[in-house]
């Protein structure tokens, strides 16, 4: 078992995502809402966690044998959190009656969730 720290953010698999998508950094990040610097810089951040590079650089850039076998992992994190997300906003029933419980617009969850499904 690894003893090593996890620091994996939500952007950066959004931003890996998206890089998939496009094929290109310059793209990715104008889609994504930030410079070329810092999504080319949250990539490698991912892929220094990881071990290995996710992306074989190029024109267009191209999935590693890594990044194959992480895309479907990333985008099925990406839906589960999608699901609690659709969970929050229909209400949560308590104690098997019908109340459904508001989400507090300056709750903490709710400012870094808007922020997380913005990038």
Do not use: W
């Not at 930030?34 to 024109?59: K, M, T, V, W």
């Not at 508001?102 to 997380?116: I, K, N, Q, Y």
Request: aromatic share 6%.
């Amino acid at each position: 078992m690894s003893t090593r720290r996890s620091f994996m953010e939500l952007r950066q698999i959004k931003y890996f995502l998206v890089l998939c998508q496009v094929g290109t950094f310059t793209r990715a990040a104008a889609i994504s809402g930030i410079s070329q610097p810092s999504l080319s810089n949250a990539i490698r951040r991912l892929e220094h966690e990881l071990g290995r590079p996710l992306f074989d650089r190029g024109s267009p850039v191209r999935l590693s044998p890594l990044g194959e076998a992480v895309k479907p992992r990333f985008e099925a994190i990406l839906r589960e959190i999608d699901k609690i997300h659709q969970l929050s906003s229909e209400g949560i029933t308590r104690s098997g009656n019908d109340q459904r419980r508001e989400a507090d617009p300056s709750d903490a969850f709710t400012c870094a969730r808007r922020r997380v499904m913005t990038v």
